[in-house]
């Protein structure tokens, strides 16, 4: 399965009418937050797929000077994965929107929050093993985990609640937004466990491959571009 993930950025080499071309062949879009609507729009209008999302700290509507928050209905047609468990084509998605609190704009959480939100999704996961063998594939969060492409400002620190769902449930993937690669030789990939947590910032092309539909799904090797 090939996946495009976007973040954060608005880049013009997706942006614009050859996409397709450039891109062959995407499965599914996921977006990791901060992407104004009328983007993600285009891209799964232009590539005919599904697209799953959450929001992030710095979604508005249009990116107005109004800061109007945005909510599910201003995204039409996508997919709001946010303390949610779903499943396409065999792949088992969750989503956790936001980052941490640091203004008074919109979409930010306490890390007491965020915790409630994943305990909420616990008995889905566990559903999730009994059924398919496995709790979780892609875990989807604005925010990174605390300590991996965080960065040490209120804003950009990381959520200590996604290290136990990678240690405990063990995803395949970890996709997640909101660090802003402004030094392209910060770290945009790293492993811990069974997991791989990948910066989506401006995009990332992943395959995830397995043997049969009974198995887990797993990253394939050199399938990341940005």
């Not at 979604?59 to 047609?77: E, F, I, M, N």
């Not at 303390?83 to 008074?104: D, F, H, T």
């Not at 910060?186 to 198995?215: F, Q």
């Amino acid at each position: 399965m090939r996946i495009l993930a976007v973040s954060d950025v608005v880049q013009p080499q997706l942006y614009n009418s050859e996409v397709k071309q450039w891109l062959t062949h995407v499965d599914l879009i996921i977006s990791c937050g901060d992407l104004p609507p009328g983007y993600l729009d285009f891209l799964m209008s232009t590539l005919n797929v599904p697209l799953f999302h959450v929001i992030g700290n710095h979604c508005y509507v249009g990116h107005d000077s109004l800061k109007r928050q945005c909510t599910s209905a201003d995204y039409p047609g996508l997919e709001n994965l946010n303390g949610r468990l779903v499943e396409y084509r065999g792949l088992l998605m969750g989503g956790i929107e936001g980052s941490p609190i640091y203004s008074k704009g919109p979409h930010q959480y306490s890390e007491q929050a965020i915790e409630f939100t994943i305990m909420r999704m616990v008995p889905g996961m566990a559903l999730n093993k009994l059924r398919m063998g496995r709790y979780l594939d892609v875990m989807v969060s604005h925010t990174p985990p605390r300590g991996i492409h965080d960065n040490h400002d209120v804003a950009h620190v990381g959520w200590a609640a996604l290290l136990p769902v990678i240690d405990r449930f063990k995803p395949a993937l970890l996709l997640h937004g909101h660090t802003h690669r402004y030094n392209p030789t910060l770290p945009m990939r790293s492993t811990r466990g069974k997991t791989e947590i990948i910066n989506a910032y401006g995009h990332v092309l992943i395959e995830l491959i397995r043997d049969d539909a009974s198995s887990p799904w797993q990253l394939a090797d050199a399938s990341i571009r940005n």
